[in-house]
């Protein structure tokens, strides 16, 4: 008698197959264009940045952080408990990383011109929200971790600045804010791919990453400090994109823009800026 998991064999050993070979491949074009691209990165002003957010975070520390620990207008306070929620990563990360697995098991051989173009962009930024987005709340877990700064909850018993290292407790994570940098990061991804709509984006992710303040989870000094972080490593992962040609063109001076043939599919001509528009994969 056969075993009762025999007929599904065939069908993982396909679906192995078929994901060695797409994570082998992919990994073989982003290695084969660091070593055929030249390393010529946008001019971002990173010290005028750094400078701000520094700035910034110490007046906030100095003059907000103990006048940020008060009892809130209960307006504030009940539209920030309902918007603070979309700062969780997992609302970004889980979809991007959902796309991607399925982008794994998709036969591109098989795909149309259409269909291989419109692929391809899902996946590329997939793989852009997750490394910007994802990288940036790794590294303020560990900088949480780090500085052990004492919550807003615990003012009262340890002020405002007091810092505990390596103490593994959420009630000693305040700084920087997890949520503010993963709103940071995805303000950044959506000012780097829709860059006309930035001041909408910008007003609204300043908006989710002060709820912090506004629900007594964090000090101004820690968004600040995490939505800044979360910014621009998300632009380091667009300006890497943009050196090996996935999603984004390279930008004097600036922030990367995005390709002319993100939004495009294939067949469609738009005028863009004076020009004609042909979609085509970047190689």
Not at 13 to 19: D, E, G, I, L, P
Not at 30 to 36: S, T, W
Not at 148 to 167: I, M, N
Not at 255 to 283: C, D, F, M, Y
Request: contains cysteine; charged residues 15%; hydrophobic residues 50%.
């Amino acid at each position: 008698m056969k075993d009762a998991g025999a007929p599904s064999r065939p069908l993982l050993q396909r679906m192995f197959a078929r994901s060695r070979t797409n994570t082998v491949t992919t990994f073989a074009v982003i290695g084969r264009r660091f070593r055929q691209r030249p390393a010529q990165y946008d001019r971002i002003f990173w010290l005028s940045w750094t400078i701000g957010c520094v700035l910034l975070a110490g007046l906030a520390a100095i003059y907000l952080d103990r006048a940020s620990v008060r009892d809130w207008h209960p307006v504030f306070g009940a539209l920030a408990e309902m918007s603070t929620p979309l700062g969780l990563g997992e609302w970004y990360l889980w979809p991007a990383a959902a796309w991607v697995l399925v982008a794994n098991q998709i036969d591109w051989s098989r795909l149309g011109r259409k269909q291989l173009v419109a692929a391809y962009n899902r996946t590329s930024i997939a793989l852009f929200v997750l490394v910007a987005v994802g990288l940036p709340g790794l590294l303020t877990i560990v900088l949480k971790i780090l500085f052990g700064r004492a919550r807003p909850a615990l003012y009262e018993e340890y002020g405002a600045f007091s810092f505990h290292p390596f103490t593994v407790k959420a009630i000693f994570a305040s700084f920087p804010s997890g949520h503010a940098t993963t709103i940071g990061s995805v303000v950044a991804v959506l000012v780097l791919l829709f860059p006309r709509r930035k001041y909408w984006f910008l007003i609204i992710g300043l908006w989710l990453a002060a709820t912090r303040i506004f629900v007594g989870a964090h000090y101004p000094s820690d968004t600040i400090v995490g939505f800044g972080l979360g910014f621009g490593l998300a632009v380091v992962a667009a300006i890497v994109c943009a050196r090996l040609g996935f999603l984004f063109r390279s930008n004097p001076v600036g922030l990367p823009r995005p390709r002319r043939t993100l939004w495009r599919t294939p067949g469609s001509e738009r005028a863009s800026g004076g020009q004609i528009v042909h979609n085509k994969p970047a190689t």
